[in-house]
């Protein structure tokens, strides 16, 4: 694996106006290998210059140039050659991902053909009569009325380090088929899938100034969110950050979806298969060392059926290999930097602090003292009001909650700040989906955890607002015009 230069065609440049160009700074940025804690890449950061070249390059292809005017299918033609390079990329792309931030490389390699599907899906989704971009309706008075849906305009996709491209791929894949142009930030830490995806837009021919590429530190990010010719900004990333974005799009009334953090819950009704279960909240509550916004970090269970669900699912946490994340049989690699082990560290304080107890991990493992490892971690005797109950850890760190009946259950999942995912394991599918209308969240899954690309994904509460992904991913990129025939 070459994290330094996956075969990229111009890694020291970015691409603008269809064309890759030299930066106009002189600021670099660094990748740090999370194994080794040594740098592993050195790349040019964008200045407001280059962010001022990339939105005058959107700003005239959406103005001037085809691809909004374009029909469905001729976008949907660009869509499904990029999803062709893209597939022709899988492996540079996992490995990418691995070699940046630490996902392990069998989890990445399952993860990244969710790029191809994403392009495949709106490309289909657009050129097909299941989607209009118009509707033709009927006034009061028996007059004509067109609804259109039109492209929002110039759009700023900035995203995190923890999934880099599918999580940029969810902006651009649907916005593209809206008819939408693009400025891309990905962050500073993560830089390589980006880059990928532009080559990968460059060899299926898009139009110039469709997209865009400025990797960027957070300082030049908020200078492109500021950008006044920027009609729509779509963010994933902490809620802090998500807050400061939203607040500063309200000052220009500019277009905002945010995908923000999460302190999602799984719930075990008292009729539950723990064994069942279990697999799934393997899977689901510490992904990619617990670093995902939908990891299932609350796992409630019945009173009377506490210790047994805490023994079962502690002794598999137990069994979980930590490793290289390069090695195909590791099954958790290291946090991605850090200051990602300092906080978690600081989470694991606080929970003692305030009464909780340690039933595994908690700590370095042993003879992984280089590199940002840390142990699987379960919490219990914890309660809703704790801090590693209610804060985003963002770390391998699960809290066991117990609960009295559903009326409990259902109060102790919905006291977070949060609204992101959730699960719900019960034998009778119908109570259990009861139980989920009453859930405060985004989304849930009712025995198990699915976050499938074509349907919506997105959070209520302090997790953000508007959707990525399905029917509704789409119509994010897209803004009602209502036309009278007098």
């Known amino acids: 694996m070459n994290v330094q230069n996956p075969g990229l065609r111009a890694p020291t440049q970015f691409f603008i106006g269809g064309k890759w160009v030299a930066p106009k700074g002189d600021k670099t940025l660094e990748v740090i290998s999370p194994v080794t804690e040594q740098k592993v890449m050195e790349y040019p950061e964008a200045s407001t210059a280059d962010v001022d070249d990339a939105v005058a390059a959107a700003r005239d292809a959406f103005d001037n140039g085809p691809w909004p005017r374009m029909s469905p299918k001729e976008r949907a033609g660009y869509l499904r050659k990029v999803a062709d390079n893209i597939e022709a990329r899988l492996d540079e792309i996992a490995s990418s991902w691995t070699g940046q931030m630490g996902a392990p490389i069998s989890l990445t390699k399952i993860l990244a053909p969710q790029n191809v599907t994403l392009f495949r899906y709106y490309a289909d989704l657009i050129d097909s009569n299941s989607y209009s971009f118009t509707d033709e309706r009927e006034r009061a008075d028996g007059g004509r009325v067109v609804v259109a849906k039109e492209p929002v305009g110039v759009c700023a996709a900035i995203t995190p380090w923890n999934a880099p491209m599918v999580l940029l791929t969810y902006k651009i894949a649907a916005g593209l088929a809206a008819g939408c142009t693009f400025v891309a930030k990905p962050s500073p830490e993560t830089p390589l899938e980006a880059y990928i995806l532009a080559e990968c837009i460059e060899a299926a021919g898009l139009p110039a100034g469709v997209f865009n590429l400025v990797p960027a530190a957070r300082e030049v990010g908020d200078y492109l969110v500021r950008h006044t010719d920027v009609d729509k900004v779509a963010f994933t990333g902490s809620t802090a950050a998500g807050k400061h974005i939203a607040a500063v799009c309200s000052e220009r009334l500019a277009r905002v979806s945010l995908e923000l953090g999460g302190k999602s819950a799984a719930i075990l009704l008292d009729d539950a298969d723990f064994e069942a279960a279990l697999p799934s909240l393997m899977v689901y509550t510490m992904p990619i060392t617990g ?181 509704e991913g789409l119509d994010n990129y897209l803004e009602g015009k209502t036309i009278h025939f007098a």
């Not at 019945?302 to 290999?321: C, H, Q, W, Y």
């Open 291 to 471: 670093q995902v916004c939908f990891s299932l970090t609350r796992i409630l269970v019945p009173e009377s059926r506490a210790k047994e669900f805490t023994d079962l699912f502690v002794g598999a946490v137990k069994g979980i290999k930590v490793g290289d994340p390069a090695d195909p049989a590791t099954q958790m690699g290291p946090l991605a930097m850090g200051r990602q082990k300092e906080r978690v560290e600081g989470y694991i304080r606080a929970g003692l602090e305030e009464g909780a107890k340690i039933a595994t991990g908690g700590g370095t493992p042993e003879g992984m003292e280089k590199g940002f490892y840390f142990e699987p971690t379960v919490f219990t005797d914890v309660t809703p009001e704790m801090t590693i109950a209610r804060e985003e850890i963002f770390g391998p760190v699960v809290s066991i909650i117990t609960y009295k009946d559903d009326e409990d259950a259902i109060a102790k999942a919905n006291a977070t700040d949060y609204g992101l995912n959730g699960a719900i394991y019960s034998t009778d599918s119908e109570r259990a989906y009861q139980m989920a209308r009453r859930v405060k969240s985004g989304g849930l899954t009712i025995n198990g955890n699915i976050i499938d690309p074509t349907m919506p994904f997105g959070g209520v509460k302090q997790s953000g607002y508007g959707r990525e992904g399905g029917i």
